[in-house]
């Protein structure tokens, strides 16, 4: 399994960045798919979940600014980022759970700087 993280990039603040994250490979049933990010001598903590059935879950900081989805025809999770602070600038990576293990993306920088 493989999973293609792209959309990092430089922004200002206010800004808006699109991630996604495509998943390809021998996948057995994609139950969750996430986002995590890691700043700069932070741990990596999560961002937002959407489940297999649509649910979504984010944390408190990014609520009301970032957006999760996913197109199950293309194993593919997404995340709006809207109105981004500099304390938005990590390292971003997508996650998947599936039937038969979790799996990792590469990651994929957002620095958020005027």
């Known amino acids: 399994v493989q999973l293609q993280a792209s959309g990092g990039g430089l922004v200002q603040p206010g800004g808006s960045l699109r991630l996604s994250c495509a998943a390809s490979g021998s996948i057995s049933g994609i139950t969750a798919m996430s986002w995590y990010r890691q700043a700069p001598g932070k741990q990596r903590d999560a961002v937002a979940t959407i489940t297999s059935v649509g649910s979504t879950y984010s944390k408190d900081s990014v609520k009301g600014r970032f957006t999760i989805s996913r197109d199950n025809s293309k194993n593919t999770v997404y995340l709006q980022m809207n109105s981004l602070k500099q304390e938005d600038t990590a390292v971003y990576y997508c996650?998947?759970?599936?039937?038969?293990?979790?799996?990792w993306g590469q990651g994929t920088l957002v620095t958020v700087s005027s």
């Open positions: 996650h998947i759970s599936t039937r038969s293990g979790n799996y």
